[in-house]
């Protein structure tokens, strides 16, 4: 199937690792012209050339703190002024806080906020105009099952990312008629650097190895086992593609069944 991606230009934040380098692979695969985003210079610059080396695709690295709006601004205006505007966005950031509700600290909060909240409504902000001068695009938000269903110390992540998808159901009515998708996708037992530090601190509590914890998170899924951040980036790649053309406002799981609700 193709995607329609080749020569489309796409954002991808946290991308120097985890989900975010997944997405920005995958994209590049596709022949997407990629800008890959995060906070170290080094990784982020180290993981492009990766990507450029085995895609054989224009991808460039912009180093800094998104959860800044200044930072966001300057990415933006990088990205149109080297490739001439903005096809596709993905918002990914780094996790929140590891807290519990009933004592997470003022900055743990302030940090979550700003992180996994404020981000994403920022960066969609600034892309928008260049979105709607394409004649359309996509809005892709990774965010947690957390959305779902509480996870031992991811309360702020919960609290945070349902912001997000009222944040995004609202923005899908406002930009529709410009062309533009929003859409969310929820990972789940992914085995990523975000998944595995919060798997570390709940093996810790319960006094037993990671490598049992990780059994755990696997036996909790319907398929039995953890999953590959790829599988999520090619989700990922398909709302971003034109063959997505009538999905918007929805949030989608990629989690291998580790959800049980029914909704």
Not at 115 to 144: D, Q, T, V, W
Not at 152 to 162: D, F, Q
């Amino acid at each position: 199937m193709d995607l329609e991606l080749k020569g489309k230009v796409a954002i991808v934040g946290g991308a120097s690792k985890g989900l975010g380098r997944a997405c920005a692979e995958v994209l590049a695969g596709e022949g997407a012209k990629v800008i890959m985003c995060s906070r170290t210079k080094a990784d982020i610059e180290t993981a492009a050339q990766q990507i450029r080396d085995k895609t054989g695709t224009d991808v460039h690295a912009f180093a800094g703190d998104l959860e800044q709006n200044s930072t966001i601004q300057a990415l933006i205006a990088e990205t149109v002024k080297r490739y001439g505007g903005i096809d596709v966005l993905v918002n990914n950031s780094g996790g929140p806080p590891l807290a519990k509700s009933v004592s997470a600290t003022e900055e743990q909060w302030a940090t979550a906020i700003q992180r996994s909240l404020l981000y994403f409504a920022r960066m969609s902000r600034e892309a928008l105009p260049h979105l709607k001068k394409r004649g359309g695009g996509r809005i892709i938000n990774i965010l947690a099952s957390t959305v779902y269903q509480p996870i031992p110390n991811l309360a702020l992540s919960g609290a945070t990312r349902m912001g997000v998808i009222a944040f995004a159901k609202s923005l899908a009515d406002e930009v529709g008629r410009d062309g533009i998708l929003v859409n969310n996708v929820c990972p789940g037992s992914l085995l990523s650097e975000r998944m595995l530090g919060n798997v570390t601190s709940r093996a810790k509590e319960l006094g037993i190895t990671l490598e049992a914890a990780l059994a755990q998170r696997a036996e909790e899924t319907s398929l039995g086992r953890i999953g590959d951040p790829k599988e999520l980036a090619n989700l990922v790649a398909f709302l971003a593609s034109g063959k997505a053309s009538y999905i918007t406002g929805t949030t989608i799981r990629v989690d291998g069944g580790l959800v049980r609700s029914v909704m």
